[in-house]
């Protein structure tokens, strides 16, 4: 994976703020969604690594299949839970099978000059089309709703703390809604917070680090 430095390093800093990111959110997830949030903790920052350009830095050759056994787990874990119910770590699944992948280029797609193959041509060209639809999928349920003729007059919106259709105070009412953190639940934070922008990040940086294999 030799991409230009300057590039890599744009890489490098959006995983690893998407990695950081996902670290804070960990904190104050449920038990029930911390495997969801530490598994994109876990690919921003295994990405960042990843993403170093090889002329600063280039890691030994043990490294990649410690990569691919790390991300085959996370794998295996994201599968059993989505076995389970859970269809959104589907995505998480193919996004560690993306790394075990690229570890394994790296590992073992070196030539005798050197230059590193292009792994199998229809499995990256597949992880692509992937990439590419995910990423435009996010990236259209991240643009607000344009008014227009055409577009749903919004109903009454009930005040805060107020039962809608009647003037009673709902529990819970006395606290900031704006100070309240976001959920963590994939199926629950759909414009809530940072956490749909980094999931687009990472498709994008998955995007530009198959392009380079």
């Given at each position: 994976m030799?991409?230009?430095?300057?590039?890599?390093?744009?890489l490098?800093?959006?995983?690893?703020?998407?990695g950081?990111?996902?670290?804070?959110r960990?904190r104050?997830?449920p038990?029930?969604?911390?495997?969801?949030v530490?598994?994109?903790?876990?690919m921003g920052l295994?990405?960042?690594?990843?993403?170093?350009?090889?002329?600063?830095?280039?890691?030994?050759?043990?490294?990649?299949p410690?990569?691919a056994a790390?991300f085959?787990?996370?794998?295996?874990?994201?599968?059993?839970?989505?076995?389970?119910?859970?269809?959104?770590?589907?995505?998480?699944?193919?996004?560690?099978?993306s790394?075990?992948y690229?570890?394994?280029v790296?590992a073992?797609?070196?030539?005798?000059?050197?230059?590193?193959a292009?792994?199998?041509?229809?499995?990256?060209?597949?992880?692509?089309?992937?990439y590419?639809?995910y990423?435009?999928?996010?990236?259209?349920?991240?643009?607000p709703?344009?008014?227009?003729p055409?577009?749903?007059?919004?109903?009454?919106?009930?005040?805060?703390?107020?039962?809608?259709?009647?003037g009673?105070?709902?529990?819970?009412?006395?606290?900031?809604?704006?100070?309240?953190?976001?959920p963590?639940?994939?199926?629950?934070?759909?414009?809530?917070?940072?956490?749909p922008?980094?999931?687009?990040?990472?498709?994008l940086?998955?995007?530009?680090m198959?392009?380079?294999?």
């Amino acid at each position: 994976m030799h991409a230009p430095v300057v590039s890599g390093w744009l890489l490098v800093a959006l995983c690893a703020w998407t990695g950081g990111y996902c670290l804070a959110r960990l904190r104050r997830c449920p038990r029930r969604d911390r495997a969801a949030v530490g598994g994109e903790a876990l690919m921003g920052l295994g990405m960042a690594a990843m993403a170093v350009p090889a002329a600063v830095f280039t890691p030994p050759g043990w490294v990649w299949p410690v990569y691919a056994a790390v991300f085959g787990g996370a794998a295996l874990g994201a599968l059993w839970s989505a076995l389970r119910g859970a269809a959104h770590h589907l995505h998480h699944a193919v996004g560690s099978l993306s790394m075990v992948y690229m570890a394994l280029v790296m590992a073992y797609g070196t030539g005798q000059r050197g230059h590193t193959a292009a792994g199998v041509p229809v499995v990256t060209g597949a992880l692509l089309a992937y990439y590419a639809v995910y990423v435009l999928h996010r990236g259209l349920r991240l643009v607000p709703a344009l008014p227009g003729p055409l577009s749903a007059a919004p109903g009454p919106v009930p005040m805060a703390g107020l039962a809608p259709g009647t003037g009673a105070v709902t529990p819970g009412a006395g606290r900031i809604a704006a100070g309240a953190a976001p959920p963590c639940h994939p199926a629950q934070e759909r414009n809530a917070g940072m956490a749909p922008a980094c999931r687009l990040v990472m498709g994008l940086a998955t995007l530009a680090m198959l392009f380079t294999l």
